[in-house]
């Protein structure tokens, strides 16, 4: 079983940056895919980025691309989502989960979940 905590969450001005942070528990963290989601109000969950096993490999929603960069620290458990030119939509709350599976851009895809850190973008 893997336990997962976001941090880095908070209230930031349109154009500017935030770091979420994911701390993952047990010595397996390497053998799991990393994914990072939000949900915003009366939304569903959707994928924003995901990272292989090792970190060889990331891909991107769309709608963050070339803004976020996704990253990883097998030694350290940690998973992180670098923000940049943040904008009001991206306004969510933000969970990392974890799967078994090669590569996965569906919620369903994912086994364990955060409990979100919420990111707020003002115009």
């Known amino acids: 079983q893997v336990q997962l905590v976001e941090s880095g969450g908070g209230l930031v001005q349109a154009g500017g940056s935030l770091r979420l942070s994911c701390a993952a528990s047990?010595?397996?963290?390497?053998?799991?895919?990393m994914g990072w989601f939000r949900q915003a109000p009366g939304k569903e969950r959707e994928f924003v980025s995901v990272?292989?096993?090792?970190?060889?490999?990331?891909d991107y929603a769309d709608s963050v691309k070339g803004r976020f960069t996704v990253s990883r620290d097998n030694a350290k458990n940690m998973v992180f989502l670098q923000m940049n030119s943040l904008k009001p939509e991206d306004t969510a709350v933000y969970y990392c989960?974890?799967?078994?599976?090669?590569?996965?851009?569906?919620?369903?895809?994912?086994?364990?979940w955060g409990q979100g850190t919420q990111v707020t973008v003002s115009s």
């Open positions: 989960a974890s799967t078994r599976l090669l590569v996965g851009t569906w919620p369903h895809d994912y086994d364990y």
């Open positions: 047990g010595r397996t963290f390497s053998s799991y895919t």
């Open positions: 990272i292989t096993r090792s970190g060889d490999g990331t």
